[in-house]
Nanobody
Framework: QVRLVESGGGLVQPGGSLRLSCAAS????????MGWYRQAPGKQRELVAT???????AYIDSVKGRFTISRDNAKDTVYLQMNNLKPEDTAVYYC??????????WGQGTQVIVSS
């Protein structure tokens, strides 16, 4: 059974930082691309950051220079370090895993609220 479990969300003031974690089980983690989506109230889900099995990364423009995605294959965990958070970063953040021959798996989401 595949499980992706996110943690690390919460309430933070503008300019603050959070680190999201996503622990995977039931997959050969090192062979999967991993990433983070987010969905704000009333908006479509958007892809925030991805990290390939080989380690290359990609980000949406609005988070470049502020967010960093990383992975620890020894711990089957992917991280999203979020710095200089803005109110528009408020959303539910979802972890996902992808392998072309196995499809996508999703976590349950973790809420991030950026507010003073």
């Amino acid at each position: 059974q595949v499980r992706l479990v996110e943690s690390g969300g919460g309430l933070v003031q503008p300019g603050g930082s959070l680190r999201l974690s996503c622990a995977a089980s039931g997959i050969i983690f090192s062979t999967y691309a991993m990433g983070w989506y987010r969905q704000a109230p009333g908006k479509q889900r958007e892809l925030v950051a991805t990290i390939a099995s080989g380690g290359s990364t990609a980000y949406i423009d609005s988070v470049k220079g502020r967010f960093t995605i990383s992975r620890d294959n020894a711990k089957d965990t992917v991280y999203l370090q979020m710095n200089n958070l803005k109110p528009e970063d408020t959303a539910v953040y979802y972890c996902y895993s992808r392998r072309s021959d196995r499809g996508d798996y999703w976590g349950q989401g973790t809420q991030v609220i950026v507010s003073s």
